[in-house]
Nanobody
Framework: VQLQAFGGGLVQAGGSLRLSCAASGRTFNDYFMGWFRQAPGKERDFVAAMLWSDGAKYYADSVKGRFTVSRDNARNTLYLQMNSLKPEDTAVYYC????????????????WGQGTQVTVSS
């Protein structure tokens, strides 16, 4: 199983980016796929997750109303649309897959992508 995350970059505050996470090797129909982020000197934090089977979405309070998680079943790809970006959103963003429950806990995910850097300038 491989997860490939891409789409990060440098953007000004208030701008938008869309991250993609392409999964290969299997599908995750009954599991959560999610996004986490890690800012310099900080722990990796939950951002958003989706239950692949029914499309239920979950967000950290810090990104609600600004970020949207979505999927493309045919491409086995998870997306994170990030709008109204703030400097505090600057981090390396990771996608993760195959959590059965407690989608917000890093240790519950079995597979991780390599991370993509998002930098928001003020």
């Amino acid at each position: 199983v491989q997860l490939q995350a891409f789409g990060g970059g440098l953007v000004q505050a208030g701008g938008s980016l869309r991250l993609s996470c392409a999964a290969s090797g299997r599908t995750f129909n009954d599991y959560f796929m999610g996004w986490f982020r890690q800012a310099p000197g900080k722990e990796r934090d939950f951002v958003a997750a989706m239950l692949w089977s029914d499309g239920a979405k979950y967000y950290a309070d810090s990104v609600k109303g600004r970020f949207t998680v979505s999927r493309d079943n045919a491409r086995n790809t998870l997306y994170l649309q990030m709008n109204s970006l703030k400097p505090e959103d600057t981090a390396v963003y990771y996608c993760a897959a195959e959590a059965r429950y407690n989608y917000g806990l890093e240790r519950n995910y079995c597979y991780w992508g390599q991370g993509t850097q998002v930098t928001v300038s003020s």
